[in-house]
């Protein structure tokens, strides 16, 4: 690590392919919009000979599009990976997308990682989605650190960021996230700010010094020394408590001097084990320099502290049909199991896939088994067949540098999977295996769409099943009851990704219309109605009357249908008839357009025509007399209400049940979560709650979570259902 008594500058420059696990670190950058993540993976890349100077590939002096992936990312709108060589270890760099609508993004990315670097800014602190992730990663055990960037920024202050990191990630133990180094300050300027010129090693008691825009180690002047005492006597016992050596902290108590070595590898091993959070500090190069500050303690880290991928649990895999199937973990001999973590399109190469391999060797144009979970309910199909691989490719930008393989605990990007979609499998075609899924969260913002021309039309079938395969966090509906087609997003900003890829991507002109939910009507009471059909203009007649009562039933009966008919006024053989007219008017409606439900329609007589009684008159006369039941009775419009439940920190309960009552909701009980949250329950109109997605995350700052579930139709407020009668009428 950074605080080795010798630090090494490696072996530098772009990744190839690994040709072991043990060499291989996958590490995922994590942090909200604007922390400064994308400038960190250019400053990692700079120090690691990636790149010469921003913007430039150390492959002849060849202008990369480097700058390209910056401007994309700093969109955060995609899961990115840069690889690098440093050290002789291959280093597999995931930026993540900031922006909370991106979080099946970020979940991809944890799922491909084996730890997890988080990105704090010194102005901004720590927000509360990322505390959220940090909560999911402590879940499954993953490797963490922490590294503080913007200490440039004018109020930037490293201990106070230090100590808010300890209070929002520490937990019970706030002396597992503790400093590996403290900045060291330069003169101050006209403004009274020091510059971060260089870090001491609280360990090592080494000063480094990136002055120069190079690493330089010194020794510390006998005036700093005293500075670090404290916080490097507090390193050194949070290090001892991780300690797997029972006898190490009676001996530190006991006045003992504890070797670096013995420090530098129990830090390690608490690193890797997920028991010990160090923080740093970086930031990037200036102008004409090689090394960014901290860059060289952080890869140090990551290669030192952070696990290899032989330390990753294996996965939950079974067969496709579901049988269990044990797969020793990440073994380059094994069975091939690998899982497409991210899907994209390039306009010149087709679909790219991005894998992680967790067991075997993918080669390129080996022929593999795709195996999918499905999300039939957000438009992706089941997979199970049979596919080439393309070519294997190292991204950095828009360049593919091609691999001869990918080993398992590797990352590669994969051409030409053109069924494979983000979260198959992988695996040999004789031995198909299926990895158990991540979790991805539920789109909850609906945008309606139409085609913009009948060009469009044509076209958008295409365009929406391809953008669905890139991103299973896309729920694609086509309402049967509404006849609109509806994209489910996480967010505002999803939504806009989705139409400009729809737009600039596939061709595809959308508008974007009005959200409906799916309304139904029902009787209030009990009514009568008359159906009366007869028509005869030469030839063969029409003739069919029938008489019929119609009475409201319990939420959830549906539509029943009683036959009543004494005395054959009615042939049997047309009381079928009567029935199919009467249901059919029921899905059309009888008052605003939406179907009828929970009634019971009784006929009770009517007249047939030897010769002009039909099927089609008696199912004309059977809506007929619906349409006059209904217009002698209150028809009562029902809406939709939805089990809606709020997992929010307590700061913001009153403030959320207070919003859930403004949209006529009903709150049904609260409960204790833990960690300062509390879980609301509460019934809501959906029409209310179109936008809850957007207004949830503004009311709570970004750290509320709520999901929903359909309960039940009610009776609309009449002042409601009557503007809804009236906007039916009017169109």
Not at 119 to 129: M, N
Not at 334 to 362: H, I, N
Not at 521 to 542: C, D, I, L, Y
Not at 600 to 609: S, V, Y
Request: glycine content about 10%; hydrophobic content about 40%.
């Amino acid at each position: 690590m950074g605080d080795k008594a010798n630090a090494h500058p490696g072996a530098a420059g772009r990744a190839t392919a690994a040709d072991h696990p043990a060499s291989v670190r996958n590490v995922v950058l994590v942090g909200h919009s604007g922390s400064g993540k994308t400038t960190l993976v250019e400053a990692l890349a700079l120090t690691a000979g990636a790149v010469n100077r921003a913007g430039r590939v150390e492959d002849g002096g060849t202008v990369s599009d480097y700058d390209e992936i910056e401007h994309r990312q700093q969109r955060s709108v995609q899961l990115s990976l840069v690889p690098v060589d440093w050290d002789g270890f291959k280093i597999n760099i995931l930026d993540t997308p900031g922006y909370a609508d991106f979080v099946g993004e970020l979940r991809a990315g944890l799922r491909a990682a084996d730890a997890a670097l988080f990105v704090v800014s010194a102005s901004d602190g720590v927000d509360g989605s990322t505390r959220m992730v940090w909560e999911e990663c402590a879940a499954v055990g993953m490797p963490r650190a922490i590294v503080v960037t913007h200490l440039e920024a004018a109020r930037a202050d490293f201990d106070e960021m230090t100590r808010i990191c300890a209070e929002a990630f520490g937990g019970d133990d706030p002396d597992a996230v503790l400093p590996l180094y403290l900045p060291l300050h330069g003169e101050e300027g006209p403004d009274g700010h020091a510059p971060v010129t260089g870090l001491i090693g609280l360990l090592s008691q080494q000063l480094f010094d990136y002055s120069s825009g190079e690493r330089k180690e010194a020794e510390p002047g006998p005036e700093q020394l005293p500075l670090i005492e404290e916080a490097r006597n507090r390193l050194i016992e949070g290090i001892i408590a991780e300690s797997e050596d029972e006898t190490l902290m009676d001996r530190y108590l006991g006045g003992a001097e504890i070797d670096l070595k013995t420090l530098v590898e129990d830090l390690e091993r608490a690193v890797a084990r997920g028991t010990f959070f160090p923080v740093l500090a970086a930031a990037p190069a200036a102008e004409g320099a090689r090394q960014g500050l901290g860059t060289v303690e952080l890869l140090e880290l990551i290669t030192g502290g952070f696990p290899t991928p032989l330390e990753r649990a294996a996965p939950t895999v079974t067969t496709p049909d579901g049988a269990a199937r044990e797969v020793r973990a990440c073994d380059p001999d094994g069975p091939l199991l690998a899982e497409v973590v991210k899907t994209a399109s390039d306009p010149y190469v087709g679909r790219v896939s991005l894998v992680r391999v967790f067991s075997g060797t993918l080669r390129p144009d080996a022929t593999v088994h795709v195996s999918g979970h499905g999300l039939t309910d957000r438009g992706h199909e089941d997979h199970d067949v049979d596919e080439r691989v393309g070519a294997l490719s190292a991204p950095f930008g828009k360049q593919q540098r091609a691999l001869t393989h990918c080993i398992a605990g590797d990352l590669a990007c994969v051409a030409k999977l053109n069924r494979a979609e983000t979260g198959d499998t992988l695996s040999a075609k004789d031995d198909p295996l299926l990895m158990e899924p991540w979790q991805m969260p539920d789109p909850l913002l609906p945008l309606a769409i139409q085609a913009h021309s009948k060009a469009d039309e044509d076209k958008l079938s295409q365009g929406l099943g391809r953008l669905v395969a890139e991103d299973p966090t896309m729920r694609l509906e086509q309402n049967q009851n509404t006849h609109q087609v509806v994209l489910w997003c996480l967010g505002e900003a999803h939504a806009d990704v989705a139409l400009e890829r729809l737009r600039n991507r596939y061709g595809v002109q959308v508008d974007v219309i009005p959200y409906k939910v799916s309304l139904r009507e029902t009787f209030a009471g009990r009514s009568a109605g008359r159906g009366r059909h007869v028509k005869q203009s030469g030839g063969h007649g029409q003739f069919a009357i029938c008489e019929i009562e119609v009475e409201p039933l319990p939420n959830g009966s549906g539509i029943e249908f009683v036959d009543k008919v004494v005395g054959g006024a009615v042939p049997r053989q047309f009381i079928p008839s009567v029935e199919k007219g009467v249901r059919a008017q029921a899905a059309k409606g009888v008052a605003a357009g939406h179907p009828l439900i929970d009634v019971r329609i009784t006929l009770l007589d009517g007249k047939a025509h030897s010769v002009d009684s039909s099927d089609a008159a008696f199912q004309t006369a059977g809506a007929l007399a619906l349409r006059e039941a209904a217009a002698d009775a209150r028809i009562h419009l029902l809406e939709p209400v939805a089990e809606v439940t709020v997992l929010v920190g307590d700061d913001y309960v009153g403030a959320v049940m207070s919003d859930l009552s403004g949209r006529r909701g009903r709150v049904v009980g609260t409960e204790q979560a833990g960690g300062g949250r509390t879980l609301v329950r509460a019934e809501v109109p959906e029409i209310e709650i179109g936008r809850y997605a957007v207004d949830l995350r503004s009311l709570s700052h970004g750290t509320a979570r709520f999901s929903r579930t359909y309960a039940r139709h009610e009776p609309m407020p009449p002042q409601i259902a009557e503007r809804i009668r009236e906007q039916a009428q009017e169109a």
